[in-house]
C-alpha cells in the first residue's frame, strides 16, 4: 500500500519518507497490528530460526538474543537537551546537533537488504485525554511482534493519527549486504546508542534488539519522553505497578507502586492474596501516568497494553496468575527450553528435565553453574490473558489512586513497610530511594546504588526538578494519595529473606488499606509510621517482626550522611522543602 493511501496524516507521510531515503530499507512494511499480520512476520521469523514455536503453548514462540545484547545498557542511553544542565547529574548528556550528525551517520543505509516496518501505537486506551501517540520505524521484526502484544498497535492508533506523535527511529545496525545471509539475533554491539530528544519528543535507537533499548514505546516514550511532557504539562509518568485491591467487605481502592527493575512489579501486580476475601486486580505491571482528576484526586492510565515480565523466579508458588498468563500467545527471549517443546528458567518451581537447551541456544551443562535462563530472561504476553486483567485497564479517565508505594531491594536497613507523615515527606521518601542492581540492566549486579523512585534510568530530565515536580503536584491535589516504602528483600543474619514475600504481601497491603480507611493501627519511629504488633496481620506466619521493622540508628545515620551527600549531586534544583524533610529525619534519627 502507498504511503498517502495509508495515512493523510502529512507529517507522518513526510517523516517516513525521511527514513525510507535514510536508511535504503530493501522494502517496507506498513503494520496493520492484525493477527494476520502477526502470524505472517512469526512465520518468516520462524522459517529463518530467529523464532522457534513451542509445541506444548499454543501461539508461544522462544528466541534466543545475541548473547551481549540481554539487557538495557544504560551506558549507550542518552538525554540530549540544548543545555547540558537541563539533563542532570544523573543521565548521560550529548549536545543535540552533534547526536543527530552522529546518527545520520548510524542510520545511513543502515536498513539495506531489510524490510523496514512502520508501527503506528498508542499509549494508553485508544481515544482516551491521557493517551499519546507514536510511530515507530524499525528493521525488527522481533519488535513488531512485541509492540503488537505490548501497545494497542496498528490501524485503530493510526485512525487517531491525525496530527503530532513522538516518532521513534530504531535499527539493529545490520545492513545486509547482497547475497549476505543474516545471523539469527543481528545487532551492532559496538555502535548502540538510544538517543532521547525530550525538547522536540523524538526517539533514535541504533544497534540493539533487546526490550527496553528497542521496544521504543516503553521505558524510551512512556517513561524518558512522558516524564518531560509530564513536567511541562503537569502530569507524572513513573515506573509504577497499578492494582485494584478489594476487602473481603468494603470498597475496592486503587494503588500505584514504583520498584525498580526485577524488583517486584509484577509480581505485586498480579499478587494472590494468602488472606481469605481479599482480591487483587491487575491494571498494569511497570509504567503508569497519572494526573490531578477534576475531583482533586490523582488518577493513572496504564499506557501499557502488555507485559514484558522477568521469567526466572515466576513459579506456581510465587506468581500463579503470571503462570497462568502466559500459557498461550507468549514470545519468550532467553529461557531455556525443554526437548518436548516447552520452557524451563530457574526458579520456574521444578526440576529440569535431564536435557535442556540453554538461554544460548545450546545443550545445557547444569554442571558449568550457569543458568540455564539469562537471569534477565522475559516473556511478552498480553494483558487480558491474566487471570486478574481488570477492565478498569481501559478506563479512559483511569482510576484514583489512594496510596504509593515506594519499594527497593534492600537486604538491611529498609523496614517491610513505613508511612510516610505527609505527603513532603513521601516524596523524600521517594527520593531516597537505594536499591541492588538486578540482571535488567547490563553491569554488576547487587551492589548498592541510588535509584529515586526507580526512576533513575528513567527520567527524561534534571532529576532535582523531578523531586520540585513530585512536591507541587501534591500541592495541587486536594486529596493526594498516601506514600509508604516498602522492603520485601531484608534479610536476617543467615542471609535469608526476613518475609515470605509474594502472596504474603497482601498482609502489608491490608494494613496499607486498613491506614487508608483511617482504621489501622500505626507506631511513631523516626523514619515514618509503622505498623505495631496487633495491627499487621502476620496470622499464623512466624516472622521475626523485630528485625523486619527494626530501625537501627547507627546504620540510618550512616544513610542519612549519605543522602545528605547524594542530594549534593542536585544543587540548587534540590528542593528545599525536601531539603527541610532531611533535616527533620537527621533531627529524629539523632535525639
Ligand atoms: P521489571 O520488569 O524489570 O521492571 O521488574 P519488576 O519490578 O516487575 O520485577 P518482578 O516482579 O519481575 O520481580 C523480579 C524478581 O524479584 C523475580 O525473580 C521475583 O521472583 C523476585 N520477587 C518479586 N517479588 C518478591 C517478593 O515479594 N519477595 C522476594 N523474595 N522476591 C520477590
Ligand atoms: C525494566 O528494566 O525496568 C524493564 C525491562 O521493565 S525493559 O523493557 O528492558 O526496560
Ligand atoms: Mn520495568
Known amino acids: 500500500m502507498a504511503l498517502n493511501q495509508w495515512t ?47 509445541k506444548k503453548r499454543p501461539h508461544s514462540f522462544r528466541c534466543h538474543t545475541h548473547p551481549d545484547d540481554v539487557a538495557r545498557v544504560e551506558e549507550c542511553t542518552f538525554i540530549c537537551t540544548k543545555n547540558m544542565e537541563d539533563a542532570g547529574p544523573t543521565n548521560n548528556w550529548h549536545d543535540p546537533q552533534l547526536m543527530k550528525k552522529k ?18 501505537y498508542c499509549m494508553g486506551p485508544i481515544g482516551s485525554p491521557y493517551a499519546r501517540l507514536g510511530v515507530e520505524i524499525t528493521d525488527s521484526p522481533y519488535v513488531v511482534l512485541n509492540m503488537q502484544i505490548m501497545t494497542r498497535m496498528g490501524a485503530d492508533a493510526l485512525k487517531h493519527l491525525t496530527g503530532d506523535f513522538v516518532p521513534g527511529l530504531h535499527s539493529v545496525g ?17 555502535h548502540r546508542v538510544i538517543a532521547h530528544f525530550p525538547e522536540e ?22 517513561l524518558r519522553i512522558a516524564s518531560a511532557l509530564g513536567q511541562k504539562e503537569g502530569w507524572l509518568a513513573e515506573h509504577m505497578l497499578i492494582l485494584g485491591l478489594t476487602p473481603p467487605e468494603g470498597q475496592k481502592i486503587y494503588i500505584a507502586a514504583s520498584f525498580p527493575s526485577a524488583c517486584g512489579k509484577t509480581n505485586l501486580a498480579m499478587l494472590t492474596p494468602s488472606l481469605p476475601g481479599w482480591r487483587v486486580e491487575c491494571l498494569g505491571d511497570d509504567i503508569a ?49 525443554t526437548e518436548d517443546g516447552d520452557v524451563w528458567w530457574e526458579g520456574i518451581g521444578f526440576s529440569p528435565p535431564e536435557k535442556l537447551i540453554s ?23 498480553s494483558a487480558k490473558q491474566c487471570p486478574i ?22 537486604h538491611s536497613v529498609m523496614p517491610l513497610v513505613a508511612e510516610s507523615f505527609h505527603w513532603n515527606h513521601g516524596v523524600f521518601l521517594g527520593a531516597s530511594i537505594s536499591s541492588e542492581t538486578t540482571a535488567a540492566s547490563s553491569g554488576q549486579v547487587g551492589y548498592l546504588r541510588h535509584d529515586p523512585f526507580a526512576m533513575l534510568p528513567f527520567c527524561g530530565y534534571h532529576m532535582g526538578d523531578y523531586f520540585a515536580h513530585w512536591v507541587e503536584m501534591g500541592q495541587r491535589l486536594k486529596h493526594p494519595p498516601r506514600i509508604y516504602s516498602v522492603n520485601w528483600f531484608r534479610r536476617g543474619v543467615d542471609g535469608q529473606f526476613l518475609w515470605p514475600g509474594f502472596g504474603e504481601n497482601i ?6 488499606y486498613e491506614r487508608v480507611a483511617g482504621r489501622g493501627g500505626a507506631v511513631h519511629s523516626p523514619i515514618g509510621l509503622m505498623p505495631s504488633f496487633d495491627s499487621i496481620d502476620c496470622g499464623n506466619l512466624s516472622v521475626p517482626f523485630e528485625p523486619l521493622f527494626s530501625v537501627d540508628r547507627n546504620e540510618w545515620q550512616k544513610e542519612v550522611q549519605e543522602l545528605e551527600s547524594y542530594f549534593q549531586l542536585f544543587g540548587s534544583r534540590f528542593p528545599d522543602s525536601l531539603a527541610h524533610e532531611l533535616r527533620q529525619l537527621k533531627q529524629r534519627i539523632c535525639e
Request: with cysteine.
Open 8 to 54: 493523510r496524516n502529512q507529517k507522518l507521510i513526510r517523516w517516513v519518507e525521511e527514513q525510507i531515503a535514510l536508511c535504503q530499507p530493501a522494502k517496507v512494511h506498513l503494520c496493520d497490528g492484525s493477527a494476520e499480520e502477526f502470524d505472517a512476520i512469526a512465520a518468516l521469523m520462524v522459517a529463518n530460526g530467529s523464532l522457534i514455536p513451542l
Open 103 to 120: 546518527l545520520q551517520s548510524l542510520f545511513a543505509n543502515c536498513m539495506r537488504g531489510r524490510t523496514m516496518y512502520v508501527i503506528p
Open 174 to 190: 545490520r545492513p545486509l549486504n547482497p547475497g549476505e545471509k543474516d545471523g539469527p539475533w543481528p545487532c551492532n554491539l559496538d
Open 201 to 222: 519528543s523524538s526517539i533514535y535507537s541504533f544497534g540493539s534488539g533487546y526490550g527496553g533499548n528497542a521496544l521504543l514505546g516503553k521505558k524510551c516514550f512512556a
Open 289 to 337: 501516568w497519572m494526573h490531578r482528576g477534576a475531583d482533586g484526586r490523582l488518577y493513572a492510565i496504564n499506557p501499557e497494553a502488555g507485559f514484558f515480565g522477568v521469567a526466572p523466579g515466576t513459579s506456581m508458588r510465587t506468581n500463579p496468575n503470571a503462570m497462568k498468563t502466559i500459557g498461550h500467545h507468549t514470545i519468550f527471549t532467553n529461557v531455556a527450553a
Open 359 to 381: 538461554w544460548r541456544g545450546v545443550p545445557w551443562n547444569p554442571s558449568e553453574e550457569i543458568p540455564a535462563a539469562h537471569p534477565n530472561s522475559r516473556f511478552t504476553v
Open 389 to 410: 486483567y481488570s477492565s478498569d485497564m481501559e478506563n479512559p479517565q483511569g482510576v484514583p489512586i489512594s496510596a504509593i508505594l515506594v519499594g527497593a531491594r534492600r
Open 507 to 512: 498482609r502489608v497491603l491490608k494494613w496499607i
